[in-house]
């Protein structure tokens, strides 16, 4: 019987380790000082990760363990901000009823929790969209899940009346000041004295979770004609920072700010639990029926090759074949081989070490009665390439490196949330107070259930990435948040 190759998915203490912290400028013996920034009115801006989503929905637990409200409270020590408005959902599920009974969407669904059997289960929505915003009515933490850079500066995104065309966003539609507002001019009209920006993850984001279904929009400087997931233009995405970035220091001259950068897919849980060649443990029997079954394929390929329809190379990369011993790659639909259709032959090969196959595939690969990814091929949406994995991280590098021109052009902190990101997904992890995070998914310690967003011990090492770069940069004195006084991933 096939056997995938995963980590231990058993329920882990965390590694004890020594007394250190990888966090090195421990400021919590320090007298707490602002330095030369002003924390008096503190404005976090950006997307899901700012708003404290995890496990898949924005529920009310969550939100309250965001990184921005862990820093509010260690500028509230420095006699900074006193209070850290959020808007905050109505339940500790998530999720919209309305939305979801309307649209069958499952990106309303409610949170995801672990089933007795350990697998993450999502909720049914708590409630019906609520809307809390109105004149006059702003919050601190702007952080809208879902949002493109481009969305911060969009009109309308905060319209209940678009919410049919898919052009507002319903979690931002709750909070905004009015329909034709934007995330910017809301969080503008505050003139905060110190912000936090981080924006871009979900500019390619999308198109990876998807696996690669969307463009890479390279060369297209028009976000209205972008599909939900393709790739943002790089420079989409430069424009929209440095546009938030002035428009924040018009409304208030003296303001200060940290910008953090974005993290490669390649270090979260969603592209790393599954791996890429993850059939083991086939039997002589099934190793002979899988080959026979893909005899036909094999075969139309090598006439094809023959013929000159396909290269060599081709050939060998699209050929299937299974062992006994060893791992062997999962078949899969790729959408970018010569399509062959003409021919009747799908477009089929199996995955090597550089594709990364998605957690959502585990249920397949794990179904003995599907058979995913041996006699039923895994469909395109389940893999990201290796050659659609390549756009996400060109295009990363590219936003990242207009991210350090605009930090160090401005005079801001820049938080290097991908170094930190990298750092945890390496076997060392990161050491906290005797306690050992890695980005592995549910015994690493850090992220959620959904593999993207983490957990509240994930948010507090991120609050700490963030407090040391405005420490850094600013010469203040923010203590860390305690890392292991949040929570991790509850278990049934």
Known sequence: ???????????????????????????????????????SKFVSVGNSLTSGFRDGALYLDGQNESFPSMIAKQMGLAGGTQTFTQPLMPNNVGGFKDLFAASGNTEFYGKLTLSPTLSPTPSAPGANLDVIGGAGKYFNNMGVPGAKSFHLVTPGYGSAANLATGKANPYFVRFATSATTTVLADAAAQKPSFYTLWIGNNDILSYATSGGSGVDQKGNLDPSTYGSNDISDPNVVANVIKTVITSLKTANAN???????????????????????????????????????????????????????????????????FSENGVNGAVIVDKDLTNLSGYNLPSLRQTTANDLILLPALTLLRDTTVKGGTATPLADKYVLTEKEAAKVIAATDAYNASISSLATANGLALVDANAKMKELGTTSGIQYNGVKYTASFITGGTFSLDGVHPNGRGYAIIANTFIKAINNTYFSTLPFVDINAYSGVTFP
């Open 255 to 321: 303001s200060k700010g940290a910008i953090a950068n974005i993290p490669y897919v390649t270090s979260i849980p969603y592209f790393t639990t599954v791996p890429a060649t993850p059939i083991a443990g086939l039997t002589a029997t099934q190793v002979s029926q899988l080959n026979a079954a893909y005899a036909t394929y094999n075969g139309g390929l090598l006439t094809l090759k023959n013929l000159g329809a396909i290269s060599t190379a081709e050939y060998n990369a699209r050929l299937i074949k």
């Open 1 to 39: 019987m096939k056997k995938i190759i995963l980590s231990a998915f058993a329920i882990s203490a965390l590694t004890l380790v020594s007394c250190n912290t990888d966090f090195e400028r421990d400021v919590n013996n320090m007298t707490v000082s602002t330095g030369k920034a002003d924390f």
